[in-house]
């Protein structure tokens, strides 16, 4: 049974730091690649960083670009986005993906508020 779960999320003041993580089982993690999309209230849901397999190549959004980093421990079969700088515009529901062979599998997400 596949499983993606995200965790870390919360309430934040400007310019805070938060750690996302996104637990994967079920499928071959270290095969896979991982991303990270959000969606705020309102709005479709936006890409925000992907990592390869084997974690050699990232990719950003522009407005999250050097500020946010994500990176993978395949060991532990788990993704990660770390945060910086959080801005009040951050405030979303970030989700997780996993792409592996012909397959897209996500999670439900975790929430991220960013207000003073």
């Known amino acids: 049974q596949v499983q993606v779960v995200e965790s870390g999320g919360g309430l934040v003041q400007p310019g805070g730091s938060l750690r996302l993580s996104c637990a994967a089982s079920?499928?071959?993690?270290?095969?896979?690649?991982m991303s990270w999309y959000r969606q705020a209230p309102g709005k479709e849901r936006e890409f925000v960083a992907v990592i390869n397999s084997n974690a050699g190549i990232t990719n950003y959004a522009d407005s999250v670009k050097g500020r946010f980093t994500v990176s993978r421990d395949n060991a532990k079969k788990t993704a990660y986005l770390q945060m910086n700088t959080l801005k009040p515009e951050d405030t979303a529901r970030y989700y997780c993906k996993a792409a592996w062979w012909l397959n897209t599998y996500w999670g439900q997400g975790t929430q991220v508020t960013v207000s003073s």
């Open positions: 079920g499928f071959t993690f270290s095969s896979a690649v």
